[in-house]
Every structure is written in structure tokens, then in C-alpha cells.
């Protein structure tokens, strides 16, 4: 197979888009559309749908089919999309790489299966098998806060062997394993390494890792691709200026309210007042409480960035 | 809805069946056939499907459907067949349940959505919903260590209110936790609880509790029938006689190797090998090595309890 | 060594005291001589000190070795007292365990250090080490809640052959954990094990274990032993009956509060109200609220079992 | 209390200095002298004594007092000495600070009590009374993989406001606890925070910390001062540089060996063949095996670091 330069060479920016839902089981088609016209505004590099902040694994299959399709039509290959196919169960990951791959997708990104925990072993066979049946390049996807299972470094390592896996996502927040394993890939330049966490962002390109598939792009775009430039220019004090901006989004709009879910309910409730789309969420989901809105309401008033609004 | 009250009042032995496949996504028909007879032979109570014994979450979404019409088929009304309908996604859990009350299952039976984690009051609301629309009364399904998240005991107490669902089975070998629950639901004789480990099966049942949803009941199911019935008439002696061999199966077949994966493993391989069913593992399991497959043979060759072999 | 008989059948309900404080720095005197009595009084079969109930971490030692000497002053042999030697550092383990020899106490008991994990090799080399070196016999408490490290059932087996180490107390509260160690060593009845989460008691004493390390005997020591005689004697329904009262103590006294000292706080609060000792706590625990206070003044009125007060 | 200015402007790097022993209840003493003078010789900005590395928590107390008068002689007022005096038991923490203050030692380090868990109140209540009664100013040491208990930013935050708290020391390895606090904390450069492990030194320097206490600076104190230096300055290329040398020490020096202690035993038998101290360790700790020592005699061979050697 052979990848388009473009993709091989991925870095920087790439927002894992929240999922724009009318109803829990419907897109915000409207919604879907300006967000992604938002966010490829803000200068991105690539576009993760259906991660974890995409609320993925809480959605219909059929919704997931529409949503790969209609982002894959708007985006128009303007930028690579990549799309999230962790599944718990091998037959449904494989049968919707192919629908990506038929609807134009570029690239496809995997978790471990997250139900039963499994071997550190099973885990390299499991990608290795999927490598050899998927239409598409694959990205893993090193989130052990939801699978429960780590993708062990040795494990990525030889991963990266393997023809057709071309990258890795880390989300589990755990800079000692990131900062060993961007080390030992080191003499990989072909294999980009991206980190979840936009709080730990800064850092990260700093010390020499690719990108970031940070949730917080949905909404600022500009400001993460800025952080990102400055940090890969390695000018640390204007990285740190642009940081700060990161946390205080953290802690207003993710801290809003607690849980795993949190991040995804402070930004679709900040996308929504911001005009972009609406903040309906998947079951279980509730949505945030009057005074939770107000911390983030009061934080989008004051915050020192302009958010484009294309209503 | 007018529920059976063979159901209403389940208790006993239901055993979470193993899926027999013949490949890791077409099932093992005859193997399947055979296992259900000689489990209904055991004098079990019940049959309980598509649940983490199961392999469920590994299954594709035609599998199960088949694996339902077919074991509600074979069963033919002799026992109650409740059906696993877990999911991350709260569509897919309704529509299988749909299929699972067209082919004539008796109950479903449902844990938390598992990917993300939610508050208690998510989950109480999640509840609520699905007993709404579901076709059929609902058991729930506490097992922190595949879903990272408790249904926690004041949770149970509030669902219990709800019409639709019936009991729960807890898999969380804390008897801390199952022992104060129990209590708190003593006045609901008619919420039976039943628990998962079946190490604490003989205390459990011996302390008050209704049943037990006992894997290794898919190769002894008389076993586990002999020990309830002990411990549920207060013989506390005969109780910890059948318990010796109850915690020997678990060192020996479930203790063969390790991960979350180790009794599925290890309780298909001696059903194998005792003629009732295929050792076929669903991804990304691996078999059983050859050292580990040793100790189970032995086992099995010492074991002072007759395996039934309807070959 | 030859240890009295007395100790080497230990079996039965041994009361964690909790250590009645003046100030955090000094013995409430009269109230440690009320306790005795009181505890002794309700027929319990031996007295451990210096346990986690009684705050053993949090107290200087100078204090340690005041209580040691009254505690065996006042029991006067008429049930063998426990030590707990629990340290970070072996040499101050040796150095408390030489000073209770003296002062008469019969055996020691001691969990892994804590601050550091070991490997279990390490554990087992170091209970080795110190049971040749202690002037006293020794039982190990398995309390990994508290100090991080399990003592596992393998490094159990190995232990309990080693001369001077004579049983174990096991505070998990992981059934699984315990039932298992349980059977493993049912060739030694020598080697008694103990359970600490009085919650479990009744369960554990159904199956065969030999005793609890209940707190609540502190406060109630006939309800336990009245609890571990049903249990032993295998009256499953009186054992249940005994058992809802272990539970209410649980949820009301212990639960009054969160955090792992909320037994502590608990029980020491429900003791002063009962006029046995005063409620002081240890640094840096804070005493209960009034609305928690209240929720225990509340039980101790309703409760159905007579607290003797000996003011 | 008027601190020296020197002490409240701490910065760089201070390490955790190892306990040199000659038996695991005696110092070794020539070794304890060398390796004072070798770290110091590194350009090191202070001294930490009786810290993790120092293995505190596993040395009898008359050890500890004895380290304490020897380090403070050695050291000669040249740079400040650090004197961790955490403890279980508040009176013993008193204790020993009065020894240090007593010996000429400038500051205290202490982490929460670590047997039991208490509530953040709680923690900030014990760190405000000890303030009051400890003779030297403290830093705070936030460690919850030893003790369980993590000081939460928001304690950190009034724990800064109080008169003799000056400083805190995170071993959490949470790069989104410490970026988070660092941010918090921005309006408190009097407030210097220093990270422990030192895999995560470059980026939390180059994001604007203020020092390092840094185990690997036992053995190269010129490289983690150098780095330090280099990251400070902003100079990204130049701390990226260094920092692979930090890594390859992780993986080769502390990675010899697994569980809590590896870092102690790699430094100890690296300390040992470098001509410094001896290697010998606390109990219950086992020297490393043969191979385990090779990987280290490998990699101390061929690291392109000068070690001084001055037996």
C-alpha cells in the first residue's frame, strides 16, 4: 500500500471532533457542517472523528456510518480524515474501516478491545491482524483510562514494524511512558507520535513529540495550532504564554463539572453558545446544570480569544 | 407487563453459558447444541447468554443474533434464557434486545456502558430508560472490572423501584459491598440478587443470597446445583465439602494462565477436551499453551466429579 | 520457643482496641482500664493492640510503650495480649517487640513495611528474619489497604513453616483472596486465620475460618462472640440474624463518616458517649462533626443490644 | 522567623541524597563523606537528606539523628541541607526536626502521614500546626505512590499561605497535577516547586518550574545541573540533548531491577562500582542480582559521562 506523502508525514494539529447530535441516535447536520468548516479555519492539520471526544463508542452504528460520510464529503479531502474503529469486537472494527475507506477516509485509529483485558502479546497479534485486513494506515491508540489496558512501549515498538501502522496516539496522561517511548523511537521520524492531553501539549512538542489531538481545537483551532508552532520552533517562552490559555480552558470549560465525560459535555456546551453546533449528548449523558453552564458562560465572556461564531 | 413467575422468583443456578465457536465469527453449532443440553441436564435454573463468560463484547453484532435464536431455539421454553444486552451504545442494547424478545429469550440483563465513565445518576437515569423501551424485564449487571464503573448500592436500591427490573447479579467479588446490599434489600424478596464469583458462591447463598451465575456450571453444572441446594437448606459442613471442589476448579482450570481472559480460557479448553464444545476463542484471544493445556488435563483426569460426555 | 497452649489454639473474637487518648500525645488512662474491662468482660479470647483501630501508626513512641506496659498490667494474663510492631523500620519493630516481651505480652503481630513496596521474596525474608530474631511468637496481618502490599497466599504458605510465625490476620476484605488462602492451608490448623472486616465475619467463620479482629467488639464484644459461636457452630440462621446487627454498626457507626479512619472515629465516638473512654483522636484525624455525631448518638439509642456502662 | 534569603530563593537542583551504609543499621561513614563531597562538587544548589531515595522510612531513629549531625558537619554550611522528617506519627516528625535544627540543617521536607488516609482538612490542618511547632521552615512533599495520599492542589494553594511553608516537592509523576499547580501557584514566585522524578526535569523546567530533586544527581549531580541550566535558559535543542542522558540512566540504572526500590538499588550498586559509597540497603531490600548488576556495570561503561572517582 502506498500512503499519500501528506498522511506519512502528519503532524501537528489534529482536533478529535465532538459528534454534533441532534438527538442522541441523530446528527446535527447544520451543526456538523460549521464545525468542520470552523475548525479546518483555524489552520488544523487533520480532523479524528469518532475518538473519544467524538462520544464514539456511545453511538449507533448506523449514526457512525452517516457521520464518516458526511464529514469525509465536507471535508473534501482539504485535510486527512481519520477515523476512530475501536471496538470491542474485531468484525465490527473491520466492517467499519470499510465503510471509511469507501466513503474517502485516510487513515484509521485503534484502541485496544476495551471489555476483557488481554495480553500484551494478543494485543500485537491484534493489530497485526487488522494491519493485514484494513483498507486504510492505522493509528494506535494508547488510552488506558477507558480500555483499562495499556499499550506497553515494547508493544508499540514492534507495532511499528509492522506495514501499515504508522503512528501512535497517547492519551494516558502518563508523561514518564510518553517521554520513553518518543526516546525510544527516536531513530522513527516516520512514525509521529501525538499526545491526547492538550494540558501536557506544551511540553510534549517542546521536548520533540509530533502533534497533538487536542479536544480543545474544536472550539480555539488557532490557538492550538499557535502553541503547536511556537512550541516546535522550541521558543519557550511564548509556548508557555499560549499554555496558559490551554489550562484556564481546561479549568473552566473541562472543569466545569467532574467525571469522565466532562470535557465532552464543557465543550459541546461551549460550541453551542458559541454558535456552532448543538450540545445534545449521547446517552448516558446529562447535560450540564444551570450552574455549571454559568462557570463556562462567564469564562467564554472573559477568555482573550476570539471565537468565530458563523451562525 | 405480566412477567412468568417462574421467572419472578429466579434463583438458584443460572450458568453464563461460554459461546462455542467454530472461528473467531461463526459459531460452533453443534458444540453449541450439546453444551446447552448438558447444562439443562445439570438441573440448572436457568440459562444466561451473551454475558462476560460469554465473550459478548468480542462477538460481531450477527453472531449474537444468531447465537440467540438458536439457543432460544435449542432451550425451547425448559428453562428461562436471559440474554446479555450490554453495550456501550444504548441503540445497539435496545435493538438486540428486540431480537433477543422476537426469538423468545425470557430476560435481559445489562452493566453499565463501559467506555466512558458517568455519575451514578447517569446511570440510574440510563436505567430508567432502557426499562421504558425494553421488551423485556431486565436484570442488571454489576462488574466494576470490565466496566470500570460500580453500580453502586443506593444505585440498586432506586432501580429496584423501577417497574422492569427484577435483580441483579454482581461480579464484584466484594462481599463487603454484597453483603451490605443484601441487607439493605431485605425487604425485597421478589429482587432476587445472585453473584458472578463462584469462589463465594458457598457464602453467599449460606449468608442469604438467591444464586449464582457460575461459569464453571458450563462443565459441572451439578456441582454448583448440590452446593446451592446445601447451602441454601443452612448445611454449612456439606456447603464447605462441594466448596473444595468449586475453589479447586478455579486453581486449576480458571488458574492455568492469567488475564481477565483466564476462565473463558480455560473453561473452553476443558469443555473441549471433555467432548462438549469447540476451544475456539473469539479475537484477541490466543489459546491456551501447551504447559497450561497440561494442568487442565490433569485436572480433569483427577477430578473426583463425573464430566458427562455426550458425544 | 515453646508458647503456651492457649496461644498456639487462639481462635475466636480478639478485639482490635482502639487506643483511648487524653490528648494526641497522652493515654486516657482511666479509660484504657475501662476498656479492658469491658472488652474482657463480653468473653473475647484475646486483646490486640497497637493495631490499625487502635491508631498504632499515628502515635509516638513513648506512648506505644506506656500502653503495652498498662495494657498487660491491667489484663494480668487472663487473655494473651497482642502487639502489633507494624513498621518502616525493622529495627524499631525489634526494638517495640523486646519492650512488649518484657512487659509480658504473650505474641506479636506485624504487616509488611509500608512506606516502600518490596517484592514478595523481600516480604519473606524479612518475616524470616524477624521471627528468628523477636523474643515472642509472631502472626502476620495481611492489610494491603493500608500498606499498599499484599501478602500473597504463596509467601503465606512459606511463612507459616517457618518457626515463631504462627497464624495471620487478613484485613482485605477480598474474599476471593481469603477463601483460597483458607483451603491452601487447610492441612495446618495450627496456623489459625483471622479475619479483620467484622462485616465478612460471619461468612468467614461459616466456611471455617478460626476468628475475627472485629472492631466492633470494642463496643459490643458479646454481639461478636455470641456472632462467631452461631458461626462456628454451623447455625446458618442465628448467624444471619447477628450478622444484620454487625451490618447496622457498620453502616451507622462506621459509616457516619468517610476516609479510612471513619471506623476509628466512629467507634471512638460511640465509646465516649457510652462512657467507656474519652473520643480523642490521633494527629491528623479531626474529630466527627455534630450531624455525624447525631447519626451515632441516634443508633446507640435504638440499638437492640444493651451497652454496658461501667462509669 | 527571618529566613536566610539563599534558603527562600532555592532553585535547581537539589538532590535526594542515598543513606550510605556499612550494615543496615549503621552508616558507612568515609562512603556517607564521599558522596557528600562528590554531589557537592557537581554545582549542586542544596541537599536533601532522609527523603525516598534516602530510604527515611526504613532506618531505625538513631540512624537518622546520627545523618543528620554527619551531613551537616560534612556539609559545613556550604549549601542548604533539606532534612525530610515524615512520619506516621506526628510526635516523631517534632522529633526529629528539633534534632535537624539542633545539627545546623536549614530546612524540613515533609509528606502526609502515610499509614492511614485523611481528609485534604485534615492533611492542611496537620500542616499548619506543625508549621507553628517545627523550628525550621518546611517544604511540602507530594509523594502518593508512597503515601497514598496526594495533597491536592487546592490544599497546596492555602498551605502556601501559611508562615513557614515554603516550597513543595511532587513525586507524583502527574504532569497535568503539576502544570496545573505550577499555573495556580504563578502569582507565588516566592513558592518554589520542584519535580522528583527526573525523567520529567527538561519539560517542567522548560515550562517554567523552578528546580529539580533529582535521584540521578547522587551519581552525575554536573549532568542534571547542566540540564537544568540549559532549560532554564529556554535553550529547548540543548535540553533535549541532555535529557537523553537522563533517560538511558532511567532505563539502565533504575530499570536494572522492578518495584519501588529499583531507583535505590541501581544508584546504590552504581554509587558502589563508581568508588563512592557502598551499596549496601535498608531491610527489607535485596542487593540486585548478578545480572542485574551487569546491566549496570554495561552501561556505566560505555556512558559518555565522566564519573568522578575520588577513593
Redesign the interface.
Known amino acids: 500500500m502506498a500512503y499519500p506523502k501528506s498522511l506519512l508525514q502528519l503532524n501537528g494539529i489534529v482536533p478529535p471532533m465532538v459528534t454534533p447530535l441532534a438527538d ?2 441523530s446528527l446535527d447536520i447544520t451543526g456538523l457542517e460549521k464545525l468542520i468548516e470552523h475548525i479546518i479555519a483555524g489552520g488544523v492539520n487533520g480532523l479524528f472523528i469518532l475518538g ?1 471526544t467524538g ?1 464514539a ?7 457512525r456510518r452517516e457521520l464518516i460520510e458526511r464529514t469525509c464529503q465536507q471535508v473534501n479531502s482539504r485535510i486527512p480524515v481519520l477515523v476512530g474503529i475501536t471496538d ?5 472494527s473491520v ?1 467499519l474501516a470499510e465503510h471509511a475507506a469507501q466513503k474517502g477516509a485516510q487513515a484509521l485509529v485503534i484502541a485496544p ?7 500484551q ?3 500485537l ?2 493489530f497485526e ?1 487488522l494491519a493485514k485486513e484494513l483498507p486504510l494506515p492505522l493509528f494506535l491508540y494508547n488510552m488506558p483510562g ?3 489496558m495499556k499499550i506497553e512501549r515494547e508493544t508499540v515498538r514492534q507495532a511499528a514494524n509492522i506495514p501499515g501502522i504508522i503512528g501512535l496516539k497517547d492519551s494516558s ?4 511512558y510518553l ?2 517511548l518518543r ?1 525510544m523511537m527516536a531513530n522513527r521520524p516516520d512514525f509521529p507520535l501525538f499526545i491526547g ?1 492538550e ?2 501539549l ?3 512538542i ?3 513529540g509530533n502533534g497533538g489531538i487536542s479536544a480543545g481545537a474544536n472550539l480555539f483551532p488557532e490557538l492550538y495550532v499557535n502553541l503547536y508552532n511556537a512550541a516546535k520552533a ?4 511564548a ?2 504564554e499560549l ?2 490559555k490551554v ?1 484556564q480552558i ?2 473552566n470549560i473541562y472543569g466545569a463539572t ?4 466532562s470535557c465532552i459535555k464543557g465543550l459541546k456546551y461551549a460550541l453551542c453558545i458559541s454558535g456552532i453546533c448543538s450540545d445534545q449528548l ?5 447535560q450540564l446544570s444551570q450552574s455549571e453552564q454559568k462557570i463556562i458562560e462567564h469564562f467564554l465572556a472573559e477568555m482573550p480569544v476570539v471565537v468565530a461564531k458563523r451562525s
Open positions: 442522541y441516535d473519544t462520544e463508542a456511545a453511538l449507533g452504528y448506523q449514526l470491542t469486537s474485531y468484525t465490527e466492517r478491545p476495551y471489555y476483557y483485558t488481554a495480553s502479546d494478543e494485543l497479534g491484534y491482524q477507558c480500555t483499562k496522561a502518563d508523561m514518564m517521554q520513553k526516546q492531553p494540558e501536557l506544551a511540553e510534549f517542546l521536548m520533540g522550541g521558543d519557550a517562552a509556548t508557555r499554555q496558559k489550562i481546561s479549568n467532574q467525571h469522565g465525560s449521547a446517552k448516558p449523558f446529562h
